[in-house]
């Protein structure tokens, strides 16, 4: 099956400084991919939208010069955030779709905690 | 705009009982994908079952089975024979058309197993 792993699945960061979170499908091609933000006890909030090699369409809401999203390939996309707050820790979750398999599905990473301290 | 509502925070079911959850949601359009999608202790989102608005009959995947009620706009998830494992957050979620792939996400409902 379509695999897309995440990368840290945890990740302790200190205030002002930067993360970068990687999101990769395994064994597919992944020609969109989203980013979604999950608070405790709370559903998914999708925080962006990319498509390979285009610039990503964030949410209503969501600081793209914060969290900048790159998908530069089809197999990788990146969330960086910068300037990182306690505020930003969260569970963040990616998830992939590709135009190859079936096209209504997203398939979902593990997720990564980001504890910023 | 389209919305999801999962008006069950928690629900809780003896292990070999059936459970149902509930799942409404609004739309103008004809032609859409609903979902129930598993959160389990580890976060991974698992797919558990999928529904075409076109098709008529009702999903079903082993234990789980849903109960599409088109004109209702209602969305039920039946899990027959509880196990264990069961025990997780349920999402249930709208797809539009192939097309336009954004995921609309109810707000979630906690299945607690009891042994």
């Known amino acids: 099956g379509a695999v897309v792993s995440q990368h840290p699945s945890r990740v302790i960061c200190k205030s002002g400084t930067s993360v970068k979170i990687e999101c990769r499908s395994l064994d597919f091609q992944a020609t969109t991919m989203f980013w979604y933000r999950q608070f405790p006890k709370q559903s998914l909030m999708l925080m962006a939208t990319s498509n390979e090699g285009s610039k990503a369409t964030y949410e209503q809401g969501v600081e793209k010069d914060k969290f900048l999203i790159n998908h530069a390939s089809l197999t990788l996309s990146t969330l960086t955030v910068t300037s990182a707050h306690p505020e930003d820790s969260s569970f963040y979750i990616c998830?992939?779709?590709?135009?190859?398999?079936?096209?209504?599905?997203?398939?979902f990473g593990p997720g990564t905690r980001l504890t910023v301290t | 705009a389209q919305t999801v509502t999962q008006s069950q925070p928690e629900m809780s079911v003896q292990e070999a009982e059936t459970v149902t959850l509930s799942c409404t949601y609004d739309?103008?359009?004809?032609?859409?994908?609903l979902f129930w999608y598993k959160q389990p202790p580890s976060r991974q989102m698992i797919l558990v079952i999928r529904q075409e608005a076109y098709k008529q009959q009702n999903a079903t995947e082993n234990r789980f089975s849903v109960n599409f009620q088109k004109a209702a706009k209602s969305f039920s998830l039946k899990i027959s024979d509880s196990q264990l494992g069961d025990a997780a957050m349920y999402f249930c979620a709208y797809q539009s058309t192939p097309d336009y792939y954004q995921l609309i996400w109810g707000a979630g409902t906690k299945l607690i197993i009891k042994p």
């Open positions: 998830s992939a779709r590709t135009a190859l398999l079936a096209s209504y599905e997203q398939y």
């Open positions: 739309t103008s359009e004809s032609d859409y994908y």
